[in-house]
């Protein structure tokens, strides 16, 4: 993450206040980014009635690593909302993912009503901070069933 600069000047230079960083989806995903958080697409095809996944992996080393999975078929504001969800879940109630038997939820395509607290408060939250206007943040966790 960041250090904090001394120099109020310096703040300008954070990596979230990058112009380059234009939509929410971009100062989100560099959010993500900057917290280890892997980040990938699922392809749509693979993933029915799902926006995208949130669990617990391992990295390249073997080392434990969240994830976030977003289906590849998201316009950019519904990306937006499913990965301030998964970085909600994530950050705010990651014992949540012990309800799966290996670590990994599915993000229902289903937007629920706008949670008052918990991750969807959270997320909602997180996309006001990065300009989004959004209905609601909160979506239906599910686990995934094995293909058989």
Partial sequence: MCERADNPADEDEASINDPLLTTPTARLMALAMGTGIRVFEVPAARSAGLAGLVGLGSDHDGEPQCKIGLTDDLDDDLSADVLAFGLAV??????????????????????????????????????????????????RLVIIQPDQ
């Fill in 90 to 139: 994530l950050v705010g109630t990651p014992e949540i993912l012990d309800e799966s038997p290996d670590g990994i939820l599915g993000i229902s395509r289903q937007r629920l009503l706008q949670a008052d607290n918990g991750p969807g408060n959270l997320a909602w939250h997180m996309l006001q901070t990065c300009g989004r206007e959004s209905p609601s943040a909160t979506f």
